[in-house]
Structures are given as C-alpha cells and as structure tokens.
C-alpha cells in the first residue's frame, strides 16, 4: 500500500505536526493513533481545560502529544516581535497580540519559528483562515509565483493527483504552468514519475472555449520550458486515463491513456472531479496539500472524520522531508 510506504518514511522521526483545533475530538483522535503509530507528534493547541475535557469525555490517552495554550506559551515575546518583524507596518501591536491568540496564526508561528515542523489544519477553521496566516508569515518558497494546492488519491496500488482543487479559483495559463510544475513535484516526492494530463472538455482541439483556449495556452507555455516529465493537452479525462480512448481521440500524444496527474482549468472542475473520485470511486482523498510554500501548511475539510486526519498528517510529515 503506497499509505504504508509513506508511514514508514516517517516513523520514528519526531516530527513536530501542529493541530490548530486541539479541542476536537476528531483531531485528538487522529492524535492517539499517530503517537501510537509513531507517525509524529502531535502538537494539540487551545485551551488546556477544553483539551483535557474533550480527551476525558472520549477516554483518549494523550500521552506523546504536547499541548500548548497561545495563553500561558513562555515564548510568547520572542512570537511577538517576530510577528511585528513579519508584518512591519501592516499591523498594530494590539491586532498582532489579537491574532496570536488565535490558533491558527500561533501554530503558524510556532512553524516559522521552528519550533514545529509542519502545520494541520482547517477541522473547524475555513480554508482561507488556514492559508492566510501561511501567506503572511510563511509565505512562497523561491521560484514560485503562487500557491496552489493538490489532491493525493489512493485506491489499492492506484496513485493519483489533482491540482488545483482547492485555493485558485479560476487560475489564468500562466498560473496553471506554475500549478502544473508544483503538482508533478508532489507527484514525484510521493514516489511516482509524473505523467501530466492539462484537462478539458475539449481534446486536442475537438471544442472551442476560454477554458480551452486556456490550457491550449499553458501548454505552450510549458512547452518551452526545460521540464523533466512528460505534459500534455488539452484533452477530457477518459482520453487521460484509458488507452483505447487516448487511440482514438488523441494517437499522437504519449501522455493521452497513461497520466497520473491532472491539471484542472478551474476550481470547480478540480472540486467536483476529487470530490466524485473519493465518493463514488472508491479512492481515499488525502488534501488539500498546499504547494509553493517554505513549509508544509495542509487544510483539513470541515467535514472530516478522524481518519482523514491521521492520513493528511502522514503527508503532511513525509512533505517536511522534501525539498
């Protein structure tokens, strides 16, 4: 199972993943499973006593996370002045004091800080308040424009990624040629040679629309670049992913029949697609995992049940060993 490979790259590592919502039962949950796995460490933040009352009412032995209360944290100075450092003339000193005491910028902190390796969020919080803060005080690892985001979906031995499905609305070409580049490197760092598909309802040509005329344009765009993987479109997803398809709607092309990654033209189209994939596929959806940033900042969906989160944190901790 290509899950369990990535466990086992994380095992015994230690890695340091914070839990913005520590309160949750379904965070804590995932947290006892990933102590007992040795997947990580779990940091669970919030209130101590609304922490503890949430692992008494369920019965979970917390023992091997670390807890931390933004209220009652020792560093909490030092977070300070690297906060107004951060956001220099953005911010008062009363909205920074305001904001660290909101978990989702106080774990974000503690990442900047290195005091954690990797962030988890989003159980409660909505995406945007999860990127936000990565946004401001993480911000673009060098050489990317944008972040974007990507699904990784698992059936069996099945390995599959979507990108964009979940922070860029409708991104222009040039934008889907920096997705397109994040998407196959995710690709590549959970093991697979990327094989990359620029999705459509049009194949090579076969319909006319802005949406076509889009990926018609990144792949050009890519086209001249140095790429070290295969890319190709524009062409609808059967083409994608059967052969007997691809021969018959795009021959030419060595990417049509066998890609692995796919390169939505919009929000919706990427939402939708994971969305009908993990539903009525069959496939677990792990996402989604946020690309382009100087480290691993991943979104939970709000209706998440524990297991989503132990898996998002297994990725979550394999992306703190890439580059």
Not at 133 to 157: E, H, T, Y
Not at 194 to 201: C, D, I, N, R
Not at 281 to 297: H, R, S, V, W, Y
């Amino acid at each position: 199972m290509i899950l369990d490979d990535l466990k086992e790259k994380v095992k015994g590592k230690k890695i340091r993943i914070v839990f913005t919502e520590g309160e949750d039962y379904r965070i804590q949950e995932a947290a006892v499973n990933l102590v007992k796995d040795d997947i990580c460490v779990p940091v669970l933040l919030g209130k101590k006593d609304e922490i503890e009352a949430t692992s008494k009412k369920y019965n979970f032995d917390l023992t091997g996370t670390d807890i931390i209360d933004p209220a009652t944290y020792d560093n909490f100075p030092a977070m300070f002045d690297l906060m107004m450092k951060l956001r220099a003339g953005k911010i008062t000193e009363d909205k920074a004091n305001e904001l660290l005491h909101q978990t989702n910028y106080f774990g974000t902190m503690l990442v900047k800080m290195g005091e954690a390796d990797g962030l988890l969020g989003g159980a409660t919080y909505s995406t945007a308040d999860t990127v936000r803060p990565a946004l401001q005080l993480i911000k673009c690892k060098p050489g990317n424009k944008i972040v974007s985001s990507c699904f990784l979906l698992i059936r069996g031995d099945e390995q599959l990624v979507f990108g964009d499905c979940g922070i860029n609305i409708d991104p222009t070409a040039s934008q889907l040629v920096d997705i397109t580049i994040q998407t196959a490197r995710s690709t590549k760092n959970f093991g697979k040679d990327p094989v990359v598909a620029l999705l459509s309802f049009s194949t090579n040509g076969s319909a006319k629309g802005d949406d076509v005329t889009k990926m018609k344009e990144c792949l050009a765009k890519l086209k001249e670049m140095p790429l070290d993987f295969p890319v190709d479109g524009e062409m609808q997803f059967d083409c994608a992913v059967n052969e007997d398809v691809a021969q018959k709607k795009f021959p030419s092309s060595k990417v049509a029949g066998h890609a692995n990654t796919f390169i939505f033209p919009n929000i919706s189209a990427g939402n939708i697609g994971y969305k009908i994939a993990a539903r009525l596929g069959g496939f677990t959806a792990m996402g989604p995992l946020l690309q382009g940033l100087n480290a691993p900042i991943n979104d939970l969906s709000r209706g998440c049940v524990w297991e989503e989160v132990y898996n998002n944190a297994i990725i979550t901790a394999n992306q703190t060993l890439m580059d």
